[in-house]
């Protein structure tokens, strides 16, 4: 079984990124889907003071101007691929199309993507499109979240990760 957190959108806000980490538990791997570059700084010095550090994947956001980070990553997790992008170069706030188009072009069985704030999960064309929400600086009610992708015997699960209080 292979588990990899997913993590977009924190914006700075360390406190809550910290606390959905701690929520996750055991992971194999964490994909941080940018905003802001900076907070994937934090959290690979986060990840590192673990026993088994886990591996961290990052992409960067349209905030993270100044970054090195690729705007987009093909990796291979659990025998899956799968495609990691913020999503703002694929217009997502319109819709998951463009998105699933280019990761199934890629060879890709998973998509995740920020951008947007929030959660969203879908199975679209074969590929399994999975947005987190915003794991930091929640306004408007929301709650800062990060999702959990379980991957065991060829089948994936994701689950939602709330920030604890």
């Known amino acids: 079984m292979t588990r990899i957190g997913v993590l977009s959108d924190s ?3 360390w406190r809550n990124l910290e606390r ?3 929520q996750m538990g055991h992971v194999d791997a964490v994909c941080f889907l940018g905003d ?3 907070d994937a700084d934090h959290l690979q010095e986060l990840l590192g003071t673990a026993p088994d550090p886990p591996a961290l994947f990052a992409v960067c956001g349209n905030n993270d101007l100044a970054s090195l980070r690729p705007y ?3 990796t ?5 691929r799968i495609f990691m992008t913020h999503g703002h170069r694929y217009r997502v706030r ?4 463009e998105l699933v188009r280019k990761a199934k072009s890629l060879g890709a069985e ?3 993507y920020g951008h947007t704030h929030e959660a969203y999960c879908s199975y679209d064309s074969g590929i399994l499109a999975v947005n987190p929400g915003a794991a930091g600086n929640p306004w408007g009610g929301r709650i800062a979240r990060g999702a959990m992708l ?3 015997d060829g089948r994936m699960r994701v689950s939602d990760v709330v920030a604890g209080w």
């Open 72 to 74: 987009d990553l093909l």
């Open 94 to 97: 319109q819709g998951t199309d």
């Open 36 to 38: 802001i570059d900076r």
């Open 150 to 152: 379980t991957i065991a």
């Open 11 to 13: 914006h700075g806000d």
């Open 110 to 112: 998973v998509a995740l």
């Open 76 to 80: 291979e997790l659990g025998g899956k």
């Open 20 to 22: 959905l980490i701690s």
